[in-house]
């Protein structure tokens, strides 16, 4: 069978989740010993990003990605870490987080099968920090500036670090870093090149933010239900497999950019205190953000603090 | 049936219900709805068409198509484009098809303060239509000339149509704007030659009209041309400065535009807002219908498999990247007959721009050219929407087919540019890089 | 007949109203978007919200006006072929395709209640520097696509009655 996969990501864009999709796809042929395939429809041709989770369970598509930060609201549980800014884990640490989740809770997987999805698989985003037009050492330095702010975690992080949150649209962050219409946006490297945003912004901030929750590899519930049992346990091991590949080539990705950085493009990295950061977690904005998923997932009958000792530093 | 004939089947029926009269939006939309739902089923096509309408509206960037639309609108109002339309006669009135070259100059330059080609066009038909008429210009040269110079409008920033190609590509909507202003410059010298030889080879389509200037007047009207500079200067400085956004220029311009027209009638009646809002909403709405049914339409192509075999097609020939660039081309000129540069924006640059990405043709080069390409389409029958607009603000001086006929030496102008995008693709790249 | 065209001007009054609603939020937009970049500007102090409310404002400024231009005749079609047809078979073919238009809103009228229904249900919210509840937006889609659809089946019947619409005259397709 040829299995749908619809995804908001350009083929062309030979970042490391475009690299490990189209891995993910060519592993699922050899592990089925070619009996299945997928299908790959890029770059939005299908459904864009807000249209994918909808579409997906519709069964437009049997594979998908779904951007979990942008549906707060229809999948409340599953976004348990973009609550959560700063928070101490990395990539490879919230995707297993996660599949822990999924593992423990029938929760998880509850929320999602009530709107027809299931998740295999997890893609966390890199560690981020703030790239910067101007050197920031301490949070002194930051009073003031105007960052990047975007979701619902970030306005009151960046409030409660003393600086101006400005909303800008990924695509014109560019030109907003260019002309000093902020001053800083929380970013990875990797993602950082991507965006070319380091031609134009000098400086990254190494502060913690940790990494954000990210990408469900999701399927079709119906169309999962529909595998046999061998093709299931496939699926399922390669959703597991494919966030060990995944971390690993971006890991890949950061030294690389990390060597750029300190070539050509001379982008300098600043450690920032971390207890500078940790000072303002108190912050009663921040504390509401996170009150809000402690409050629904007591709703949800979770064990809410059990939980989110693992977002504590 | 397989997925691959059932997408052939819905081109043909695509084609079929527009010639049938069957509104271009609404042919889109329903080939596009039924074809998803013969491909994934009725309950897959209804989740579709429940949220596209919603999520491609629900956009920060696309605000800027309606504001730069009322922005056209107020500098209408305002009249910009009557005062350079007399600051141009004045100086080449007296050359032979001067009218049509100044008709092409003050749209060049009133294109950098509308980014709407519909809009240029209406502007300069009401403004230097009848101009030409009284004067004796042919109408097939007159109405024309009208319709192909309105398309500067959308190759000189700001322009909705290059913010229409950023978002669907992912490039750089700041590079974008600016690598258009030469190419945009340069295309309003090819016009202007292009009507030149055609008056010079038939002197009766634009006969000579003596009428002189003293040097003293020629100077004077060039005063009149100050507001229009002061728009672009604002919007210019603005950007450079970082006080706005490309993005956020669409709204200052409207705003500075709408302070011009209060201030050229004395107060804000004479502005007309109510009107100018309508039309600025009607029109909005006109494009969106289309981009968003042309989506419908595009993703059923997509999952349809058409694409992919079109765009695999491409990638496969083992040819000259450039004999690629002309079937590119060829099926742009092709589709741009029948559809309207949004919709096929929309349609085809999921399957164009990554086979020009992966034959190493730089995004911001693809761009300027592939709107260049789809402007050629807004004129030419039978889906010429320009050429409509002419058609409908010459309140029944010119017949459609006339305008149509006139298009010949523009549409070859058109290629000719093309032609030196193609050997000179710094004239487009030259300033972005710069700029960087 | 009579009574079908007190109907259609009667809705043409509502649709008129409807766009004028677009068109000042349009105006609203745009004041807002300039006051935002200023005040960035000058104070560093920009408007909580402007993006996420400029965003919202698109999809009613756009649905709002979806069926007056309907109704305006300014929807583009190409009669090239049809305006060389014998007038009564112009005339069916004109018909149908307005039922077809018909036919293509009222099903993403359909589709778009069961969004907004759905985003209902969960409370959705535009989240972002402020936060508001997104499925009002949502419902005005709705209400945007079934307008047209009803604009396009009285369009239809008007037709059929022999009744000549907006932006018909002399092979014009604006
Ligand atoms: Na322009
Ligand atoms: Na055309």
């Not at chain 2, 239509?129 to 024309?144: E, N």
């Not at chain 2, 604002?234 to 400065?241: E, F, K, N, R, T």
Request: charged share 15%; hydrophobic share 50%; net charge negative.
């Amino acid at each position: 069978e040829v299995y749908k996969w619809i995804t908001f990501k350009p083929q062309g864009a030979g970042d490391a989740q475009a690299v490990t999709t189209q891995w993910l796809v060519d592993e699922f042929a050899k592990r089925t010993g070619g009996k299945h395939e997928i299908e790959v429809f890029w770059g939005g041709s299908v459904a864009k990003t807000r249209e994918i989770p909808d579409a997906l369970a519709a069964g437009v598509g049997d594979f998908g990605d779904i951007i979990t930060p942008y549906f707060p609201d229809a999948m409340p549980m599953n976004n348990a870490v973009g609550f959560f800014i700063p928070q101490p884990m990395g990539t490879l640490e919230v995707g297993q987080f996660l599949e822990k989740l999924h593992e423990t809770y029938p929760q998880f997987k509850d929320e999602l099968a009530s709107q027809n999805l299931y998740a295999f698989g997890f893609r966390p985003l890199e560690s981020y920090g703030l790239l910067c037009t101007k050197p920031v050492n301490t949070v002194k330095d930051l009073e003031g500036l105007r960052i990047r702010s975007y979701g619902f975690a970030y306005p009151k992080l960046i409030e409660a670090l003393g600086a101006t949150p400005v909303s800008i649209a990924t695509s014109e962050a560019y030109e907003a870093l260019q002309r000093s219409i902020i001053d800083c946006t929380p970013i990875g490297p990797a993602l950082a090149r991507g965006w070319k945003y380091d031609e134009v912004a000098k400086y990254y901030i190494d502060i913690p933010l940790g990494a954000s929750f990210g990408h469900l590899l999701a399927m079709n519930l119906d169309s999962y239900n529909g595998m046999d049992d061998e093709t299931k346990a496939i699926v399922d091991q390669l959703g597991k497999d494919y966030l060990v590949e995944y971390a690993r080539v971006l890991d890949e990705d950061r030294a690389r950019v990390g060597e750029l950085w300190k070539g050509d493009l001379g982008v300098e990295v600043i450690e920032f205190p971390q207890d500078e950061l940790l000072a303002v977690i108190d912050d009663a904005g921040i504390q509401a953000v996170r009150q809000e998923w402690i409050d629904k997932a007591n709703a949800a009958g979770l064990p809410a603090d059990e939980i989110v000792s693992n977002l504590k530093f | 049936m397989s997925s691959l004939s059932i997408g052939m089947l819905g081109v043909v029926a695509l084609f079929a219900t527009i010639l049938l009269g069957v509104n271009v939006m609404v042919a889109l939309g329903l080939v596009g709805a039924f074809g998803l739902a013969s491909l994934v089923g009725f309950k897959a096509a209804t989740a579709i068409l429940g949220t596209v309408f919603f999520d491609t509206t629900h956009s920060f960037h696309f605000s800027v198509i309606p504001l730069f639309l009322l922005m056209g609108f107020f500098a209408m109002r305002a009249g910009l484009g009557e005062d350079l339309f007399e600051a141009t006669t004045k100086w080449l009135g007296n050359l032979r098809g001067g009218l049509a070259i100044s008709t092409t100059l003050g749209a060049a330059a009133f294109g950098a303060a509308s980014g709407s080609s519909v809009g240029t066009a209406t502007v300069f038909t009401k403004l230097a239509l009848p101009q030409m008429l009284d004067r004796g210009y042919d109408k097939s040269l007159a109405s024309a000339s009208i319709a192909i110079a309105g398309t500067l409008a959308v190759m000189i920033p700001p322009s909705a149509l290059v913010v229409v190609y950023g978002i669907l590509t992912d490039s750089s909507i700041g590079s974008l704007l600016i690598a258009g202003f030469i190419p945009g410059i340069v295309f309003s010298i090819v016009l202007c030659i292009a009507i030149w030889l055609t008056v010079f080879r038939n002197p009766k389509l634009a006969p000579l009209q003596h009428q002189h200037f003293t040097l003293r007047e020629k100077l004077a009207s060039l005063r009149l041309a100050g507001p229009l500079v002061l728009v672009i200067m604002v919007i210019v400085a603005g950007l450079y400065l970082g006080i706005f956004t490309p993005t956020e220029a669409g709204a200052i311009g409207a705003a500075f535009t709408f302070l011009l027209a209060i201030i050229r009638h004395r107060g804000l009646k004479g502005v007309e807002l109510k009107k100018t809002l309508l039309e600025t909403i009607r029109t909005s709405a006109m494009i969106f219908a289309i981009l968003i049914c042309a989506l419908l339409f595009s993703k059923f192509l997509a999952l349809s498999g058409v694409a992919n075999a079109v765009g695999g097609y491409l990638t496969g020939l083992e040819v000259n990247r450039w004999v690629i660039v002309v079937l590119v081309s060829l099926i742009y000129l092709a589709l741009g007959m029948m559809m309207d540069a949004p919709a096929l924006l929309a349609i085809t640059l999921p399957i164009t721009h990554p086979v020009m990405m992966s034959l190493g043709f730089d995004p911001i080069w693809f761009g300027i050219f592939v709107v260049l390409l789809v402007e050629i389409g807004a004129v030419t029958p039978p889906v010429g929407i320009n050429c409509f607009v002419v058609q409908a603000a010459s309140e029944g001086r010119v017949r459609l087919e006339q305008i149509f006929r006139g298009l010949v030496p523009f549409v070859l102008a058109g290629f000719a540019m093309l032609i030196l995008l193609c050997l000179f693709p710094q004239i487009a790249l030259f300033l972005p890089e710069t700029m960087k | 007949m009579k009574n079908l065209e007190r109907l259609r001007a009667s809705y043409g009054v509502v649709l008129t109203q409807c766009g004028l609603l677009a068109g000042i939020l349009t105006f609203a937009v745009m004041c807002l978007v300039v006051a935002n970049a200023l005040l960035r500007f000058i104070f560093n102090e920009p408007i909580a919200g402007t993006l996420e409310l400029t965003e919202s404002a698109l999809p009613l400024m756009i649905f709002l006006s979806l069926a007056l231009t309907q109704l305006k005749g300014e929807h583009i079609k190409v009669v090239l072929l049809t305006q060389h047809f014998p007038a009564p078979l112009q005339r069916f073919v004109k018909v149908i395709a307005m039922l077809l238009g018909a036919l293509l809103f009222a099903w993403a009228a359909y589709a778009g209640w069961n969004m907004a229904m759905k985003s209902f249900a969960i409370g959705e919210l535009e989240r972002g520097s402020i936060r508001f509840p997104i499925w009002p937006v949502k419902f005005a889609v709705f209400f945007g696509l079934a307008l047209l659809a009803i604009q396009f089946l009285l369009d239809a019947i008007y037709c059929a009655m022999g009744g000549k619409l907006a932006g018909d005259e002399a092979g014009e397709a604006q």
